[in-house]
């Protein structure tokens, strides 16, 4: 280095779990963009490495990857040691179907998860942890007039999922009052986007797009009149970055206030394909909800944030997504 050289920086350190799986990774890969150093943090029982091919090639010196259970006490020590100004908790037990089967394993896993973050979080001094909470779940089955849902609507989740997902948000709330660890809480809705598993916990459109690129029809289960509020994944990765600095203490929806019926999903996205297949049909499944829709204006106060990616727009990326991979 030259006399006249000024030293760069070091970047500001922050931690992502569930930093190999479908948001997590998209994340990953904003912040390394933005010069942080990056710290992932997955079991890797659902994400993936592959996720993080293209951020180890190219940031491999700001970015370190651990392979530790979220409930491991070693979490801890690691979130102590490393020091990181922020922490994206977005590792979870995301099935909802899976909490119903194992209650005990999902508050495991999301509970105690996010007790150790915040246990680290505490020790290591860490300003602010930015919290994936479940906009789907959380609010329970709302009235229709009620929609697009706000956050001050009644929180009366009907899954242990959604039950495990609040109690975290509760816990992050007395945190900050103890110890003064600021947060932000995202309730997300129906995210998707390149990189979500089809044939892992995945949303509608995930599975939408795997069939439609093998030329099988998409099943529909119920009537396909059920609602979701889809947001784009670049859109979501967006709201997280602007909660490392913005919206302390709050719960914020991250939505587009729109409802999509999931035949009008099926119909777009076979349009988008090129495909003339009708979509098949199934029995409801228990316990989905009827509508979601979150009203992000909260959000768009508190953090300046929107949705900008039409569905359209979106579902021609993830099908590019799905065709890159069956053919690589």
Not at 134 to 153: F, I, M
Not at 185 to 203: F, K, M, S, T, V
């Amino acid at each position: 280095m030259s006399s006249g050289e000024a030293a760069r920086p070091a970047p500001q350190r922050v931690l992502v779990t569930g930093g190999a799986g479908f948001i997590g990774s998209n994340l990953v890969d904003r912040l390394l963009a933005e010069g942080y150093a990056v710290d992932v943090v997955d079991d890797l029982s659902s994400g993936s490495l592959a996720n993080l091919a293209d951020a180890r090639s190219g940031h491999a010196h700001d970015l370190q990857v651990h392979q530790m259970d979220v409930r491991s006490t070693e979490l801890v020590d690691l979130i102590a040691r490393r020091r990181p100004q922020v922490v994206f908790h977005l590792a979870a037990q995301a099935d909802v179907r899976v909490s119903v089967e194992r209650p005990v394993l999902d508050a495991e896993v999301n509970i105690v998860g996010t007790l150790r973050v915040l246990e680290g979080a505490r020790a290591g001094g860490t300003r602010r942890v930015v919290f994936a909470a479940s906009g789907g779940t959380l609010y329970g089955e709302p009235h229709p007039d009620d929609l697009p849902v706000r956050e001050a609507q009644a929180h009366r989740p009907l899954s242990p999922y959604g039950v495990s997902k609040k109690a975290a948000v509760d816990y992050l709330v007395a945190y900050r009052e103890l110890h003064a660890v600021e947060f932000c809480a995202l309730a997300l809705a129906n995210i998707y986007g390149p990189r979500q598993d089809p044939h892992g916990e995945a949303g509608v459109v995930a599975i939408f797009a795997d069939r439609l690129v093998r030329g099988e029809p998409p099943t529909i289960f119920g009537s396909g009149e059920q609602t979701r509020d889809f947001v784009f994944v670049d859109d979501a990765v967006d709201a997280f970055v602007r909660a490392a600095t913005r919206g302390g203490g709050l719960l914020l929806n991250i939505g587009t206030g729109r409802q999509v019926s999931v035949n009008e999903l099926a119909q777009a996205m076979a349009g988008a394909a090129g495909s003339s297949l009708s979509p098949t049909y199934a029995p409801a499944r228990a316990g989905e909800l009827l509508h979601s829709a979150l009203d992000p204006e909260r959000a768009g106060i508190h953090l300046g944030w929107r949705s900008w990616t039409e569905l359209a727009d979106g579902v021609r990326a993830v099908l590019d997504d799905v065709r890159r991979r069956q053919t690589g």
